[in-house]
């Protein structure tokens, strides 16, 4: 999982401007892969999705992703110390019920990115 990630990280460092976004989104759909085999979490994705789109202004000023960094900031945060529930009424349940929201949240976004990417690519 690393090597590939991390060989699509080295090809978007070397890359024009238009070609990462390309790659980030293909980053993120290696996310989603392992996330949905189960050799990582939502948190991870998250964080991983956050540190890449930042390190690269195509990315983060590109109004394709402002829905998908949004959302991928807030499912870094672990399950235990989640802030959209008081710290005295915590409840574990409610807790995977968020990840949960958070993650479709998180594909829609990358569905939206996708297809605006797409769009952008056609016109002329």
């Not at 998250?46 to 540190?51: A, F, K, L, P, S």
Request: with cysteine; aromatic share 12%.
């Amino acid at each position: 999982m690393e090597e590939e990630l991390e060989k699509i990280w080295n090809h978007m460092h070397e890359a024009p401007e238009r070609e990462q976004i390309k790659l980030f989104l293909e980053y993120c759909d290696k996310l989603v892969e392992y996330k949905d085999k189960g050799e990582c979490s939502e948190e991870f994705v998250g964080y991983r999705v956050t540190g890449i789109g930042l390190q690269f202004d195509a990315i983060s000023d590109s109004n394709i992703f402002e829905d998908l960094l949004s959302v991928a900031s807030d499912m870094e945060w672990s399950r235990n110390i989640s802030y959209k529930q008081d710290i005295d009424s915590w409840n574990a349940e409610r807790a995977e019920d968020i990840k949960s929201e958070e993650w479709k949240m998180f594909l829609k976004a990358l569905a939206e990115a996708h297809a605006q990417y797409g769009k952008q690519n056609t016109e002329v």
